[in-house]
């Protein structure tokens, strides 16, 4: 993963431009504005960060979400499930045509968390939220309530997490001037913090009550 | 292929078409023989859905058409090629067209060629525009909009040159507009409607709405984004309100934030869902455990009560039934209970976090009341006094994703709530995409609640390299009828009349194919608005487009006529003006075909009120109002017996003004 520092955004911005000039089709009357925006604003480390990133954590609520048909889940589970599923599937193809469009390497959309090589090794990190191994199998082994309690549970965490992404992406410097990463990453904050709220009411029905309808 | 009008009703189309070509008002849909229209045809969509299977293309994708007509398409001026068109505002002749790159100024004095007038380079998103008078009123809310318009942007996460907020601009010289305020918000300002108080003159107040991040307080002294449970100055929970005078728009100032998001109590709710339902008035009332979380209340049933309530018996080393202190005991112990049972603190328990920001205001002075997209709620507010408005009541809906803005119809009876689910980037009109997500609630509004009735989508199927979901629209003036035209991104236009609230139908439509169609390219109509006889639609990649409504058994010329005999001198769709139809021949021929359509009044009468009218017309002076006076009274008579007797008696009303009038 290239790391820049603030001196070279300039520098970077150049090559940039050229990257994108010299991989550009034959000028067709569609397309990019993806390219004049990235004339306009570069983007930074930052952003291809939050970009690739969140494309494993989304990888992650997908393969959570897509147990619920199997696992017993209630209605209610099973509805916020294909929300999630459809709109995270949606959005893990916008971030991957968005680093593509700038001739960076796009996450495959299924690994969960991010690929780096570390001491010499790939590693897959965890983004913040993201269940570890063991949470994971222990969320696949669950069924009927105790799977949405703990589907719940965890997806809040979850959330909590790519809600935390958003923030550190605006404390960078010079991020998210583009404004394809402005607004998914406002949307991608705003969506799951109203969602965070839905599933809290969620968890507290199924303790009161026992269990969802 | 292109497709305009389904077969069989084209040979009426052109009947309809070529009488209005020669009319003038007076002329009825059938001639001068007082013959009423042919409306036994049943008046379905075509099928198959001429928008399926569009060819794609920027510049010369396949279209298709159904009942209304493409005047023109403009693409944008040089400066906004490939930018992002927005949102619309009219003045006079112009249209205001917002970009992301700033506005552009046309004249649609002539709609099948706008020419430009100005283009206004001052990049911020999504530069949402307003206009009162000489004030043109620009959002935003990216980290790159500069004070000095530059292009450059802003990379410092902290900047003195950062622009997040309204600028106004003074454009009383349309060529060379002129900023001559800003005012900078904590969340910047992602679109704002401005509100025009019939009881003050001198200024004008605009709710602010912004969802995206609070800028440091080292940018703009005052901003808290820890949420009101950490600190109670938090800007996360309210509107930000800006009062300006009018003829110094430079002193625009913030002169209230409205916590209109306090004490959000148990929604109404629509969707029968689980996490929805709440019943706590009557369970209050009878003594049960009530437990409170972000301000919303739920019954806690027997099942999670009583084992609570034995440990604590057998805690005190009671035995039997729990006593009124353990009840008590049990209740201060809840939120701490509750709170450990879903991993939270008691304070982030009690925040009102489900709503941090309404997305867009629409408000209707003239009734006092506005309505508010806000996240996970619809809501109705009150707004007698515009620097403070209050809530009245809110609506929760499990298949709502994001509440993007608000409609009323000119009754203010109905509110309708659109759900911009994706945020307007993602294709939500796949066949396989639910035809409730991202798509319209209609509520009825009944003393000062709303009750759900219905929802309408866009019903036909687009690609996923289409981004499509319900956005911006407006009224479309039909006098007795609720009708409105709506932007779908590039699910394209779609025109549905929801009178009847639980059962909207559309009536007419207009689509183009994908910008693209190998990949996912932004496009399509961002907003779609009707202005004095044309509907205009911002093309967020193609331009500007501008339609009419063609004549069918589904919208008659005479409706179509009294539809543009509502002209405005400036015009902003959140800021909702009350319709009001001016009597005239077309507006009673427009009752009578509506009377027609419905079957509301026997075809004897309807035909006899014509020809009354078709005479009465002919007549001047006396002769003329006394005509129409013994016609009044004949319809008055009429609607007692007749099925749709308030219309009939709304169109003796109307031949009563009209009397007057002569």
């Not at chain 1, 209610?76 to 193809?93: A, K």
């Not at chain 2, 729990?322 to 939120?335: E, F, K, M, V, Y």
Request: with cysteine; aromatic share 8%; glycine share 8%.
């Amino acid at each position: 993963m290239v790391l820049m520092n603030r001196s070279h955004i300039l520098g970077i911005t150049a090559i940039a431009l050229a990257v994108v000039a010299n991989v550009a089709p034959a000028q067709t009357a569609v397309t990019p504005r993806a390219r004049a925006d990235s004339a306009r604003y570069p983007y930074t480390d930052a952003d291809i960060r939050f970009m690739s990133g969140m494309i494993g954590h989304h990888a992650q609520a997908i393969v959570m979400a897509g147990w619920a048909p199997s696992h017993g889940a209630s209605a209610s589970v099973r509805t916020l499930c294909e929300r999630i599923i459809n709109e995270q599937s949606d959005e893990i193809v916008s971030m991957q045509t968005w680093l593509r469009d700038r001739g960076q390497p796009a996450p495959d959309g299924h690994t969960m968390g991010m690929k780096m090589m570390m001491n010499g090794h790939e590693e897959t990190m965890l983004m913040p939220g993201m269940l570890t191994e063991a949470q994971m199998k222990e969320l696949d082994a669950a069924r009927g309530t105790e799977f949405d309690r703990l589907f719940l549970t965890y997806m809040i965490q979850h959330h909590k997490g790519a809600v935390s992404m958003v923030h550190d992406l605006f404390e960078s410097y010079g991020a998210a001037q583009d404004e394809a990463v402005f607004k998914f990453a406002s949307d991608v904050n705003v969506d799951q913090s109203t969602e965070i709220a839905r599933m809290q009411k969620m968890l507290l029905a199924l303790e009161i009550e026992g269990g969802s309808k | 292929m292109a497709f305009v009008y389904p077969l069989r009703s084209v040979s009426l189309a052109l009947a309809l078409l070529s009488a209005g070509a020669c009319a003038h008002p007076g002329m009825t849909s059938s001639g001068s023989t007082g013959a009423s229209p042919d409306n036994s045809i049943s008046v379905t969509a075509p099928s198959p859905d001429p928008r399926v299977g569009l060819k794609g293309g920027l510049t010369d994708a396949g279209q298709a058409a159904w009942n209304m007509r493409l005047l023109s398409n403009t693409p944008p001026s040089t400066a906004f090629v490939d930018k992002t068109n927005s949102d619309l505002a009219f003045d006079g002749k112009y249209v205001i067209q917002g970009s992301y790159n700033g506005f552009q100024v046309w004249d649609i004095s002539t709609p099948t060629k706008p020419t430009l007038r100005t283009a206004y380079v001052c990049p911020a998103s999504q530069s949402d525009v307003s206009i009162y008078k000489n004030l043109l009123f620009v959002s935003g809310e990216g980290l790159s909009g500069r004070l000095d318009c530059g292009t450059e942007g802003v990379k410092d996460t902290v900047s003195s040159a950062r622009l997040r907020g309204i600028r106004i601009f003074d454009i009383s010289d349309l060529d060379h507009p002129k900023n001559v305020g800003n005012v900078q918000t904590c969340r910047g300002s992602h679109t704002h409607t401005l509100l025009v108080d019939p009881h003050d003159q001198d200024n004008v107040y605009i709710y602010i709405s912004g969802s995206s991040g609070v800028r440091s307080p080292s940018e703009l002294p005052g901003c808290v984004k820890e949420t009101p449970d950490k600190d109670p100055n938090s800007s996360l929970f309210r509107i930000e309100i800006i009062k300006v005078p009018v003829a110094h728009p430079e002193q625009a100032a913030i002169v209230s934030s409205a916590h209109i998001f306090n004490g959000l109590t148990a929604p109404t709710t629509h969707a029968a869902a689980a996490e929805d339902a709440a019943e706590t008035a009557t369970a209050k009332a009878q003594g049960k455990f009530v437990a409170s979380m972000h301000g919303q209340e739920f019954v806690l049933g027997p099942r999670f009560v009583d084992p609570k309530l034995d440990s604590i018996v057998k805690a005190r080393g009671g035995t039997g039934a729990p006593t009124g202190a353990d009840s008590a005991a049990l209740r201060a112990a809840l939120p701490e209970l509750l709170a450990k049972m879903i991993g939270t603190t008691v304070a982030e328990l009690n925040a009102p976090r489900p709503v941090t920001q309404c997305h867009d205001i629409t408000v209707y002075p003239s009734i006092g009341l506005a309505g508010g997209a806000c996240e996970g709620y619809g809501m109705l507010l009150d707004i007698h006094d515009p620097a403070h408005p209050t809530r009245l009541t809110a609506a929760a809906d499990s298949n709502f994703s994001y509440w993007h803005s608000a409609t009323f119809n000119n009754d203010g009876t109905k509110l309708l709530f659109t759900d911009e689910w994706g945020g307007g980037g993602q294709p939500k009109c796949r066949a396989t995409d639910k035809y409730q997500w991202g798509a319209d609630a209609i509520y009825a509004i009944q003393g000062g609640q709303l009750k759900f009735l219905s929802y309408y989508k866009m019903p036909a199927a687009q690609t996923k390299f289409e981004n499509c979901v319900a956005h911006n629209g407006s009224l479309i003036p039909i006098p007795g009828r609720d009708v409105m035209v709506q932007a779908w991104y590039q699910g394209g236009l779609s025109v549905f009349d929801w009178t009847d609230g639980a059962h909207p139908k559309e009536i007419a439509f207009f689509d183009r194919g994908p910008v693209d169609s190998t990949k996912m390219a932004s496009g399509g109509s961002w907003s779609a608005y009707w202005y004095n006889g044309v509907i205009v639609s911002s093309e967020i990649a193609r331009g500007l487009d501008v339609f009419e409504l063609t004549p069918s058994p589904l919208i008659s010329q005479n409706e179509i006529d009294a539809a543009k005999s509502v002209q405005f001198d400036q015009f902003n769709t959140q800021g909702q003006p009350q319709l009001v139809w001016p009597a005239s021949f077309t507006l009673a021929r427009a009752y009578l075909d509506q009377l027609a359509r419905s079957k509301g009044l026997a075809a004897g009468k309807i035909d006899a009120a014509r020809t009354a009218l078709a005479s009465a017309e002919q007549a001047s002076g006396g002769a003329r109002r006394d005509a129409l006076t013994q016609l009044a009274t004949t319809l008055d008579a009429d609607a007692s017996g007749a099925k749709d007797g308030a219309k009939t008696r709304t169109l003796a009303s109307t031949v009563r003004d009209l009397a007057a009038k002569s």
